[in-house]
């Protein structure tokens, strides 16, 4: 990582605002929430014999899926009001629910309903173009024979391994009722934090680095702009923890005893990310006090350095005055060895200051 | 928003105090409270199928109301002991509760009654002219039937996208009963601290720019200033969560199961509204720090400037001394190279003494 | 509040040390508990009908107060170890109580016995001529038909309001039960926490306002003599709520359902206390910073001072140290032109310096 | 106190290290835990009649006070491996307490076995000598009719009181069971701590009038010193507290309803030390603040006089050189006045700069 | 401890990164646990009357001793996936907690299942050459008859005397039941962190000294390392205290009465480490505010030396500049005092001057 890479990054934090995001998570403007021009729907009808996917151009196809035979995976990358109404009516979901789902900057939460569960968290990933962390929020669905997830936009997601599982006859997620897959979802999205964490780690230390060898003045901006990324982490991973606690809870049964403990390794994973990134903190923090310590030390140079000057330059400027002065009588101007004496003593009383400073410890 | 903006908006709190506010909460200054001229009284008497409102010339008028066979809403706008005496009375409402209703900055707080709920909270707006926060202090009494609403001033509250809802036949607030016009005032409020949040953020990103640009010295006090803001904040956030978390909790079944669910969604607001300030106060303590940063760079600099023009100039100042002293015997003075080799001392000496100074990193 | 004030009020916290009573809460100096020599026994039975007061010249004489058909309140004030030892065993007090009662500086406590509640805590109240807060020890002892107040000394308590309502044949203590009476007692106390802090709000506000102007250089000691008296307040606030909290779950079923409806409103009571203490703490912490930024700002403006006259003075001395060097052969001696260009020299460059300085951002 | 006593304390604490034991809490040393050559075995046997001392030249003497038919408090102090097996076997011990008699560094704790109660605590003390917290190890076995402690070393504890209270017929700790002298046994202890926290209050406040009235030097040192002294009490205060609230549990009925009651006492006692340590604690970092605000003004006003010289300086230096030129025209050389001028201008313009300067807020 | 050691230690910080681990704690890299090339596997057979070693060349040959009449400790150094898989199919152990013994970085952690429990955790050692901590994680499955432990490297473990142990016929781990060699190997895990505080504590005594002498300029930046390390004993201090916790509610009956004060005598001990390594923590605080303050001091004087030695340079540079100008008329320039008199002015007025500043405090 250049440096040129890590003043682009900053600059961009400067300049771009990107990660001012965090200002605008607003309820009230659900009503600012844009309608997407156009959705991708897919469907995975699947169990432990067939894997049939489906590509549908728009809602109204989705609606069979409602009495499938199979256990349904129904994905749909983009929102618009419309679909998301109609999908929940057709599903039978809460309007409540319907307006989560629309919502923008909601922290992430989980409700149970009779006959679902519904959840909301965010997949991060990380924009190693211009560095900074990227959210994108995810409704989830789980039904007892379907999952739908509801993707705010379309082109990315965490699920890439998990559609190469489905299409494996032998995978755990074929040969488990749906709750499983419900499982996989989290558990994607979970690692994915870990990804993201890698990097910024790495990027925590290239600051570490900078600092230790001096090499950059905007570090403490970068430091401050870190310590920001790390209260977007904190923001998704706590209460994504207590989401996987009230799950664990099983309250409704939503889930058999084999897929707990799978959950139970979610909860793992998503401790260990809490851990993590308090560390991360607290690594940020040392590197702050490292830092201001190091600014300290250079302003305590500077002033040393004026203060030895100022002592060496004085008895000069003193001496140099008086035998400068234009009086009629002055001793020792005619003295043949005056001069010489003089230049002695502008030597050694700088060098005895100096001294005297020093053995009383005040340099 | 311009500089003048900003520097008013600092003038008026170093100034005009209103901030201060937080000072005076005091409850043994119940008997500070003033009786309003004129208190503004309107009633909405609906169902289903009829909306029927009134305004009120004396709070006698209201008594019929209490045996309406109607869902009513009465508002009143602006504090007068006596009324509110007769008030509580016609309903039958504690006299502590009379107390708190014409207490003067009360902690938001709940307390559950045979036959209704009491809540006083604050609703909060944004001054825009001179840049605070507002609170007006309402009390909310929910009975069986009837909601009654005591606002410390007229002229502003909350509620006015609720009333176009009233007016709405299929509104959810016309078809459900009492306990969801409840839900939607606490709504309602909620929503605003939101708006308030919105301007605040965006002030406080205004500052953080102003230091980022380094535009004007008094972003310290602003920072303060801003820290205080969230005082506020939390002062009404906090309360008013655990307020919900009791209602949710349904103790004494105000709310039917339909409420309740919406009753969470406020829980949800109320929490992102907590963890929204957290974040802002997290944000502020960030800009200080970047503040302090960059005064303690400044410090860093003009030392430097010092060390190194002392260095500078050292060398002139003692070999012109030296040279500049009326001794009758002084050696070179008559060497024709004498002045350039001199000179040439006062140029190296510094430089080479800066070059040593680096080389040590004492820069 | 004038200057003199003020800084008479620093002086003395400084030299009088008051505010250090914090360091002798010592329970093993119980022995050191002086009697007093003259105390004040004033008795009042009363009930709805009658009030009868009694002043009493010895101890001896409240023995038959026992008996009464009346509720009694006796109040003592000046604590003489001889006279809590007959009180204590006319009314059948523990000795444990009786220890306590002479205690020095016990945290505010409280201990339910069989037929009497005992609860020790502090009237606080603001010495306006020497500036804090005093602190005076008082034990309540609630029998069923009984109260006993101990009180450490003469003249001066909480319960002058309390006595004028107690010849009010109408007001509610005297319609109720003797827990009224000890709810009123403890109201009394709270209530002049918000006086107290009222004081103390303004004085703080007389702090900030000093150093926003830059009036008074003791600031700093200030600050740290009203973070003294807000933690006395805490250390009697935090106690006092508990020991409510512990009184409202009735278990003993001291108090009648009426009488706890009271009690939750002293407990709403000290609930703001807690929350204004805690927001005088933020409050003296945001002076703190500002304090110390403003003097950081000071430090800053010295340095720059110091930088900019060195970069003028700069030029200045070096060409008049170098043609003020008496060598026989320097140039331009005899130039006519040379003093003005040497002066322009002295001014140029000292502007260029500042001007290279400025755009890079050094000061 | 005199400055010498403060300053030896100073360095006793930098030189000798004593208070470094803080590092060496360590229980895989248990073996490191040497003999010590002779042990003082005393014991009390008594009833509400009778008292017996002994005084045993060996623990094998011990044995026969298993059977007594009195209360029994034996007394062992100086620990030796042998003997305390020997004790552990007669009176049926478990051999993990045996350990932990013997442990070094332990944490204070207690255990309740089927017949006895396990009680590890610290005697502390303050030693006048040099200045610290000493702390002894005690060992507490309180069975149905004997309690045996175990003192790390001969000559000094907390319970000279108590044995002249056993001396007396009509103590209480005659009148009642052997849980009583538990009781007391605990109460001793923690009435030393706070006779050693007096003395360490009294300490901190002559830093304090150290720091205020500017005397010494080591202040800050001593801060820290003292910062560690509460890190020892705390860290015996807080896990005694643990103990007696599990002891109030009596979840095994060792102590009877009469002696609860005074555990409870002890309880209060120790809220209160603790209260009092946190006390200390924040009055420590109070007078750090002070210091360090102390040492910051100093810092500010050397800049500020080197600020101010540096103006007076300036210009004097500045004409100085000019007219100091050797130029052979120079202007106003031959004005009779010019020196006069000249001179002004050096008064007057420092005195035109250090105005603009505090106009503009500058010093 | 040699000052080059310690700087080697800061360097090898510095350079090599050991201690930076600690961001590389990543779940989703458990792909990237490599498979060591070669395994060492032993197990013991053992009761009360036999102890019989095994060194098995694979795996394949553990099969049989699933089904040994013995207790069996099976301890395999170096992780294989192929291995850890037979051996948890042999064994019967969940594939989840396969995955965990083959993960990196995984917390400290612990899962109860039916026939076993299984442990995470981790062995501390402090690596004498490069001064930081090695953490090696070790996987224990406990089930009715066997202990399987899993080493992440061969060569190094906490187990050495608890293997001298298991040849002793009449140690306790050969006469109880295996749950009581889980407890020992529990015990010894622990017994190593104090090892290690041991240490740790021993080279943050040298810093501090290094830092009161005076002796070296990385002092901050090892208190910054040590800060880590302790951020590292906490890490796993903290969950091996949640997993002793649980273990000693005993839900599943794993451990008998006996075991179970064996467990509790480990969690004293965890204890004891948690709070030592608070207590270092705030020593290491404590040192790190030494330190500053230290490096202000030093800031302060180079401060204060260029204040006195510009007002001792003051005058004579004024004095000196005024009568070295070469006026015509220049008053007592012919005045044989005069230069006496100048002198007299140039040491006396920075007299005054000091004295003038040091009465009004201002040094
Ligand atoms: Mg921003
Ligand atoms: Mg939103
Ligand atoms: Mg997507
Ligand atoms: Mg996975
Ligand atoms: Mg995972
Ligand atoms: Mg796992
Ligand atoms: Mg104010
Ligand atoms: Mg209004
Ligand atoms: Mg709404
Ligand atoms: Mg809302
Ligand atoms: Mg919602
Ligand atoms: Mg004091
Ligand atoms: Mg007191
Ligand atoms: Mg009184
Ligand atoms: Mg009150
Ligand atoms: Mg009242
Ligand atoms: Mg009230
Ligand atoms: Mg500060
Ligand atoms: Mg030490
Ligand atoms: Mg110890
Ligand atoms: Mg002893
Ligand atoms: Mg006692
Ligand atoms: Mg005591
Ligand atoms: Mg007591
Ligand atoms: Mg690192
Ligand atoms: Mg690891
Ligand atoms: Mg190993
Ligand atoms: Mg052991
Ligand atoms: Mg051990
Ligand atoms: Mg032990
Ligand atoms: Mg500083």
Same mark, same amino acid.
């Given at each position: ?51 049939? &996917? ?37 599903? =039978? ?42 959210? &994108? ?22 699920? =890439? ?77 706590? $209460? ?74 004085? $008895? ?14 002055? $001793? ?17 009383? $700088? ?13």
């Amino acid at each position: 990582m250049g440096i040129t890479d890590t003043i682009s990054n900053t600059l961009s934090f400067l300049k771009l605002g990107e990660s001012r995001k965090i200002f605008y998570n607003n309820p009230i403007n659900n009503q600012l929430r844009q309608d997407v021009e156009h959705t991708y729907i897919k469907a995975y009808e699947y169990n432990e014999q067939e894997l049939i &996917e489906h590509e549908f151009a728009s809602v109204q196809e989705c609606a069979r899926l409602k009495d499938s035979r199979y256990n349904v995976w129904l994905n749909i990358e983009g929102l618009k009001r419309d679909e998301i109404k109609f999908i929940a009516q057709t599903f =039978g979901i809460n309007d409540l629910v319907e307006e989560d789902i629309s919502s923008i900057g909601h922290n992430a939460k989980m409700d149970t309903f009779e006959n679902y569960i519904y959840c909301l968290v965010y997949m991060l990933s990380y924009n190693n173009n211009r560095f900074f962390i990227e959210q &994108e929020q995810i409704s989830i669905i789980c039904g007892r024979k379907f999952v739908i997830t509801f993707q705010e936009e379309h082109g990315k997601d965490a699920f =890439g391994k998990l559609r190469l599982r489905l299409q494996n006859k032998d995978s755990k997620v074929r040969l488990n009722s749906i709750d499983f897959l419900f499982y996989e979802l989290l558990d994607a999205i979970v690692d994915d934090y870990f990804y993201l964490m890698d990097k910024l780690s790495m990027r925590i230390e290239t600051v570490e680095d900078e600092i230790l060898n001096n090499l950059n003045k905007r570090s403490f901006a970068k430091i401050i702009f870190y310590r920001r990324e790390m209260m977007i982490l904190r923001r998704n991973i706590y $209460p994504f923890r207590d989401i996987i606690t009230v799950l664990m809870r099983n309250e409704d049964s939503f889930f058999n005893k084999r897929t707990l403990r799978y959950l139970k390794d979610v909860s793992d994973h998503i401790n260990q990310a809490r851990e993590m990134v308090e560390n991360y903190r607290e690594s940020i923090s040392n590197i702050q006090d490292l830092y201001l310590n190091q600014e300290n030390n250079k302003l305590s140079r500077s002033m040393k350095v004026t203060a030895i000057v100022t002592c060496l330059l004085a $008895p000069a400027t003193v001496i140099g005055g008086i035998f400068g002065m234009n009086f009629k009588y002055i $001793p020792f101007l005619n003295n043949p060895y005056a001069f010489y004496i003089a230049i002695a003593f502008m030597l050694l009383i $700088p060098v005895y200051m100096i001294y005297v400073f020093k053995k009383n410890g005040w340099f």
